[in-house]
Nanobody, 123 residues
Framework: QVQLVESGGGLVQAGGSLRLSCAAS????????MGWFRQAPGKEREFVAA????????YYADSVKGRFTISRDNAQNTVYLQMDSLKPEDTAVYYC????????????????WGAGTRVTVSS
């Protein structure tokens, strides 16, 4: 099994930045595609970003394109989400996810979830 633990959330002003981290353990990290989802208060969970095992393919939700960057360091068993130009509508609990391919993760076909880290963007 794979365990995923997110960190890096917090409270930031609109226009600011945060870098989320997701540390994986339990199985070979590099064999999984990874992604990030978020769930805002009163809203359904939504896809944010995904990355394949080699970092050769990335996918982003339209709402975060140009502002968020997903990356991974397989040697450190860690995936990151760099969030810039944050907006109040980015406020959500952000969840790390692992799946068999980046396309499957993008589609919500996720094998493992982290417990989430909260991001609050003030206006």
């Amino acid at each position: 099994q794979v365990q995923l633990v997110e960190s890096g959330g917090g409270l930031v002003q609109a226009g600011g930045s945060l870098r989320l981290s997701c540390a994986a353990s339990g199985r070979t990290f590099s064999s999984y595609a990874m992604g990030w989802f978020r769930q805002a208060p009163g809203k359904e969970r939504e896809f944010v970003a995904a990355i394949n095992w080699s970092s050769s393919s990335t996918y982003y939700a339209d709402s975060v394109k140009g502002r968020f960057t997903i990356s991974r360091d397989n040697a450190q068993n860690t995936v990151y989400l760099q969030m810039d130009s944050l907006k109040p509508e980015d406020t959500a609990v952000y969840y790390c996810a692992a799946g068999s391919s980046a396309l499957q993760v993008r589609a919500g076909r996720v094998n493992y979830w982290g417990a989430g880290t909260r991001v609050t963007v003030s206006s």
